[in-house]
């Protein structure tokens, strides 16, 4: 399934899921049984998947609508961040080409310790906006950069998890750019912490939110096999797979929940693909973004997120 957050006609900000060429809204057509927010519903997912199941079965039984309650066609709804309000946001760095592109333009090589551990920061989980919404980056930057990243949302409480074990804690997948100030991150990390200034005034995430169960025809061992692009007013610049990443989610879940506790919804970004910015490609391939700018990330099997530089 594809999960969404929308804003519906009347401006409401309501939750469900595509259901052919419609959305739906969950709470409307279980007569109020599922929730309005899909945070709620991933957080009580085990109790409501029934309830899903029987309202997805009524709507195959009967047929669907665009002009019965709760059914909207796409142009009359605006698409928001799956999870607008995720408990929290760690983004690992697992793609072993872009960490020795990036760290290559400063004179760098890949650190040994990168190839023991998976590593990640935390970034603002209030700071996270949906597909179309506008990019306002720092006034005091001037380096404006996009991320191309996947991300899974996870879908039950756990501590200590195993890698091998971590897939039953995944709810679903999207498509997340992480972007980035890099004149300031360069700031802040020469003093030896961050990039949390960096980084912390936009996170994209969208268009909506994929069950795990739709990519399970893309799996690749521990990883997925699909194809990742980047472009900038339409021009292809980044193009990557994931099945190049260093780490998997299941390792990336195992080392975040090390003697930790992970909650239903929280975000974890799987870092850049190599190419998948501008700051591996160089001024001399693109400058920095700029105000009017699009970027568009696309995935396979997650769909398009395209943002406009404020």
Avoid at 89 to 118: M, Q, T
Avoid at 299 to 306: A, K, N, R, S
């Amino acid at each position: 399934m594809k999960y969404v957050t929308f804003r519906n006609p009347h401006g409401e900000i309501r939750a469900g899921w595509i259901e052919g060429s419609h959305i739906v809204d969950m709470h409307v057509l279980s007569g109020g049984t599922l929730p309005d927010n899909l945070l709620q519903l991933v957080q009580e997912h085990e109790a409501l998947s029934a309830t899903v199941q029987k309202v997805r079965q009524a709507i195959a039984d009967k047929g669907i609508s665009a002009h019965a309650a709760g059914v909207y066609d796409p142009d009359q709804i605006t698409l928001m961040a799956p999870i607008p309000n995720p408990p929290s946001f760690r983004d690992f760095f697992v793609f072993e080409e872009h960490v020795r592109n990036a760290r290559k333009r400063r004179g760098l090589s890949v650190p040994e310790e990168w190839y023991n551990i998976p590593v990640y920061y935390f970034s603002n989980h209030h700071a996270i906006i949906g597909p179309n919404e506008k990019v306002e980056f720092p006034s005091k930057s001037k380096e404006w950069d996009y991320e191309l990243e996947m991300a899974c949302v996870i879908g039950k409480k756990g501590r200590n998890i195993p890698a091998d074990e971590a897939e039953d804690y995944i709810f679903g997948y999207c498509i997340l750019n992480d972007w980035s100030a890099r004149d300031l991150q360069r700031q802040e990390m020469s003093v030896g912490l961050g990039p949390a200034k960096g980084k912390d005034f936009a996170t994209s995430i969208g268009p909506y939110l994929v069950t795990k169960d739709e990519l399970a025809p893309y799996r690749s061992g521990n990883l997925f096999n699909l194809e990742m692009t980047a472009t900038v007013n339409g021009r292809l610049l980044s193009k990557g797979n994931f099945n190049t990443a260093h780490y998997s989610f299941g390792q990336m879940i195992e080392r975040a929940s090390d003697t930790a506790t992970l909650h239903p919804g929280d975000l974890i970004g799987s870092g850049t693909v190599g190419t998948g910015c501008l700051l591996e490609l160089g001024t001399e391939v693109h400058p920095w973004l700029k105000s009017g700018d699009k970027v568009t990330l696309r995935i396979t099997g997650l769909g398009v997120l395209e943002n406009e530089v404020k």
